[in-house]
């Protein structure tokens, strides 16, 4: 199946995707702020987790469900598929090198699923808390 669009078009509307400070990375943020938890953002450390507390260790990941391939609400791309399969399978790959490689550093990771946030915020703070608490200072 081709493009409905054109390729300036569609270039247009790939640009305007943002990878920090998304809508949904924001909101859930200022929650997190607002239960009295301080993170540093973009942190500089493999991978560039979306949110790192630092003393404790932890680094937190908010993870599209279309760029890294949620098993839930994936939908496999229909045009340019030469493009877009290995794209994605290297996403899954560096997501899996990343986790690894922070957790042989002693990091611990948590990754969450857009949806996730949409739908079970609730829950992803609960286990963010958890953690944070769990968690001894480096």
């Known amino acids: 199946m081709t493009d409905t669009v054109s390729k300036k078009k569609r270039s247009e509307i790939m640009s305007k995707i943002k990878s920090k400070n998304t809508k949904l990375e924001l909101d859930f943020r200022k929650k997190i702020w607002n239960k009295g938890l301080r993170y540093r953002l973009h942190y500089n450390i493999h991978g560039k987790p979306d949110l790192v507390f630092?003393?404790?260790?932890?680094?937190?990941?908010?993870?599209?469900?279309?760029?890294?391939?949620?098993?839930?609400?994936?939908?496999?791309?229909?045009?340019?598929?030469?493009y877009w399969i290995p794209k994605i399978k290297r996403n899954l790959t560096?997501?899996?090198?990343i986790n690894k490689l922070l957790k042989k550093e002693g990091w611990k990771v948590l990754r969450f699923w857009e949806h996730d946030l949409l739908g079970n915020e609730n829950?992803?703070?609960?286990k963010i808390i958890h953690i944070y608490k769990a968690a001894p200072p480096k």
């Open 123 to 126: 829950n992803c703070l609960k």
């Open 54 to 82: 630092v003393s404790k260790k932890i680094a937190i990941f908010i993870d599209s469900c279309f760029w890294h391939k949620c098993p839930k609400h994936f939908r496999q791309p229909k045009s340019n598929k030469k």
């Open 94 to 97: 560096r997501d899996k090198e």
